[in-house]
Structure formats: C-alpha cells, structure tokens
T-cell receptor, first 115, second 110 residues
Framework: GAVVSQHPSRVICKSGTSVKIECRSL??????MFWYRQFPKQSLMLMATSNEGSKATYEQGVEKDKFLINHASLTLSTLTVTSAHPEDSSFYIC???????????FGSGTRLTVV | SQQGEEDPQALSIQEGENATMNCSYKTSINNLQWYRQNSGRGLVHLIL?????REKHSGRLRVTLDTSKKSSSLLITASRAADTASYFCATEDSWGKLQFGAGTQVVVTP
C-alpha cells in the first residue's frame, strides 16, 4: 500500500532555531501534499497545501514566512519552522494525495518541542 | 478552519459492543472520509463515502451519509480493545483539501 515517511518523529530544539521536517512518499508520486498541526486532544488543522514545483498555499492565519514549505520533487515536501518559539510546540502531520487510488496517506507525525 | 462537529467527544464501551459516532459538516462536499488515530501517531484511512452514496461497508465498519442533513455516522461493530483510538471524519472539498472534525475518542475495555 501507499506509504508516507515523515522524519523526524520527535525533535527538541532551542528557541530561535529552525527545524526542518521531511515528508516523503515512498511508493507513489504526489503532486500535492498537505501539512497539518495538531494540539493535544484536538483535531488536525490544515496549515498549507504543498504543490510540486510551485508555491505552497497557506490557510488563513498561518504565517508563510514562519512555516516555509518546499515541494521540490514529486516525492518530497519539507516544512521548516523558522525561528521557533515555545508556542510552536505541537504535533505536525503531513499527508500526500495518491492520484492513483484517490486516497490520502498520512505520515506518522513529528512531535516538535521548543525549549 | 474546522469543518465538522463530532459527537460524542468520548465513548467508552466494552469489547463486543458496537460503537457509533456522528459527524456533521457545514459546506458542500465531494466525499467524506473517516480516519483513525492512535495516540501520538499519524492517521489511518478507514473508509471513504462519496457524496452520491448513502451507505458503505468495510469489514466491521459501516458508514452512512445524509447530505440533506450534512451528517455522517460511523458504526464499529463487535468492538475490540485494539479499536481504542481517536476517530475523525474529514470532508474533502472541490480543491482537494481535507477538513477534519473534532474527533471522537473511543476506549474499548476488555
């Protein structure tokens, strides 16, 4: 089946530093990937849509300069949290749309803790 | 923004019982999907029901969709302890974006 690999699974960083999260579709090509943020015991909030070869589309209220998204190939999208602050601590999840089976496959998530 | 409301927020049942959870949404949709999430993990796709379908089955799962009421239900029959997880409905709009409901936390005790 379709697999999306997300790394790292956990990361702790200091305030002011940047963190890059990778989302990779392993056995299918994904022209579109999505990045979500999830707070404890809450739902997933869509942050942005990542489009291969073009700029990401951000949801209202999401700072594009803070959450940099790069979708340089059909199998890789990255989310970089720049100048991280403790309030950026959260669970970030990516998903990739599999054009072949009309399904969405999710990565296993990244737990970001900013200290 | 969050599309759907789900109820109940939490559900505690014993093994063998059925678990039913409901989802309501606000806008027109292409399809509605149900996902499962174990604590601290990613989401697993369970079932998709298209806007022109009313009911769908997959193993112990049964999903209904009522577009006139903008609501859907997920029934898990003969629940098992391994079904303990959070369950989310998600609607897909014409742009291919998924908007998730608030989720139902299900605990199945042996």
């Amino acid at each position: 089946g379709a697999v999306v690999s997300q790394h790292p699974s956990r990361v702790i960083c200091k305030s002011g530093t940047s963190v890059k999260i990778e989302c990779r579709s392993l056995d299918f090509q994904a022209t579109t990937m999505f990045w979500y943020r999830q707070f404890p015991k809450q739902s997933l909030m869509l942050m942005a849509t990542s489009n291969e070869g073009s700029k990401a589309t951000y949801e209202q209220g999401v700072e594009k300069d803070k959450f940099l998204i790069n979708h340089a190939s059909l199998t890789l999208s990255t989310l970089t949290v720049t100048s991280a602050h403790p309030e950026d601590s959260s669970f970030y999840i990516c998903s990739a749309r599999n054009e072949g089976n009309y399904g969405y496959t999710f990565g296993s998530g990244t737990r970001l803790t900013v200290v | 923004s969050q599309q759907g409301e789900e109820d109940p927020q939490a559900l505690s049942i014993q093994e063998g019982e059925n678990a039913t959870m409901n989802c309501s949404y606000k806008t027109s949709i292409n399809n509605l999907q149900w996902y499962r999430q174990n604590s601290g993990r990613g989401l697993v796709h369970l079932i998709l029901i298209r806007s022109n379908e009313r009911e769908k089955h997959s193993g112990r799962l049964r999903v209904t969709l009522d577009t006139s009421k903008k609501s859907s239900s997920l029934l898990i029959t003969a629940s098992r302890a391994a079904d303990t997880a959070s369950y989310f409905c998600a609607t897909e709009d014409s742009w291919g974006k998924l908007q998730f409901g608030a989720g139902t936390q299900v605990v199945v005790t042996p």
